[in-house]
C-alpha cells in the first residue's frame, strides 16, 4: 500500500519555466490538498480539493493551478516559475470531504528551487 | 485570527531527560487538534487527535493531553530516535480550515 505518491521527488527549474507536480493516493480518500513548506512559515495550503470534481484556492495559491484528474490523481502546476516558489512541496489526503476533522496522510515531498 | 503557536522553536535533550511540547491557540470553536511527526526529508507522519479538553492519547513515549487553550506532547524518557520535528494543527469549527503551527524540532543525544 503506497499511500500517497509524489513525483518528482527533485525539480530545478529556470525562470519563467512551467512543471507540474503530480500525486496521486490509493487510499480511495475524498479529499486532496497541495502545500508548501518554507523555513520558519509551517506549512501554508495552496489549492484543495474536498472531494472529485471540486478544487477551492487555499491560502497561498497565487501563481499556481490545481486540477483533480480522478478520484486518485491531483495536480500542481506552475505556469511561469518564479524564485519566490522555490520550497518543499507536499501533497496530502484525508478520507472525510471538506477541510474538518480527520487526519491528514502525507506525500514525501517535491523539493523545488527556481533559479 | 485563528492561530496556532508552537514552543519552543527547538529542544534538545539527553536520553532519558522527559519534557513538554507546547502548542497554544486560538480558534473559534475548535473541531479537532492534531500532532503529527516530520523526519528530515520526509512528509509529516499522524500521531494523535484530540477533540475535547481533558482528553489524553498515548503512544509509546509519547503522551498527548488538551485543555481549552493548549495542548502538551509529553515526552518521557525519549530515545535518539524520537529526534523529528512535531506538528500541531487545528481545525477551525467557524471556517473548518486547518491551521498548522511551525513546529519543534526535538533533538535527543545519546
Known amino acids: 500500500n503506497a499511500g500517497v505518491t509524489q513525483t518528482p521527488k527533485f525539480q530545478v527549474l529556470k525562470t519563467g519555466q512551467s512543471m507540474t507536480l503530480q500525486c496521486a493516493q490509493d487510499m480511495n480518500h475524498n479529499s486532496m490538498y497541495w502545500y508548501r513548506q518554507d523555513p520558519g512559515m509551517g506549512l501554508r495550503l495552496i489549492y484543495y480539493?474536498?472531494?472529485?470534481?471540486?478544487?477551492d484556492k487555499g491560502e497561498v495559491p497565487n501563481g499556481y493551478n490545481v486540477s483533480r484528474l480522478n478520484k486518485r490523481e491531483f495536480s500542481l502546476r506552475l505556469e511561469s516559475a518564479a524564485p519566490s516558489q522555490t520550497s518543499v512541496y507536499f501533497c496530502a489526503s484525508r478520507i472525510l470531504p471538506g477541510q474538518g476533522s480527520g487526519e491528514l496522510f502525507f506525500g514525501e515531498g517535491s523539493r523545488l528551487t527556481v533559479l | 485570527e485563528d492561530q496556532v503557536t508552537q514552543s519552543p522553536e527547538a529542544l534538545r535533550l539527553q536520553e532519558g531527560e522527559s519534557s513538554s511540547l507546547n502548542c497554544s491557540y486560538t480558534v473559534s470553536g475548535l473541531r479537532g487538534l492534531f500532532w503529527y511527526r516530520q523526519d528530515p526529508g520526509k512528509g509529516p507522519e499522524f500521531l494523535f487527535t484530540?477533540?475535547?479538553a481533558g482528553e489524553e492519547k498515548e503512544k509509546e513515549r509519547l503522551k498527548a493531553t488538551l485543555t481549552k487553550k493548549e495542548s502538551f506532547l509529553h515526552i518521557t524518557a525519549p530515545k535518539p530516535e524520537d529526534s523529528a520535528t512535531y506538528l500541531c494543527?487545528?481545525?477551525?469549527?467557524?471556517?473548518?480550515?486547518?491551521?498548522f503551527g511551525q513546529g519543534t524540532t526535538l533533538q535527543v543525544k545519546p
Open positions: 484530540l477533540y475535547s
Open positions: 480539493s474536498a472531494s472529485e470534481g471540486t478544487t
Open positions: 494543527t487545528v481545525v477551525s469549527g467557524n471556517t473548518g480550515k486547518l491551521i
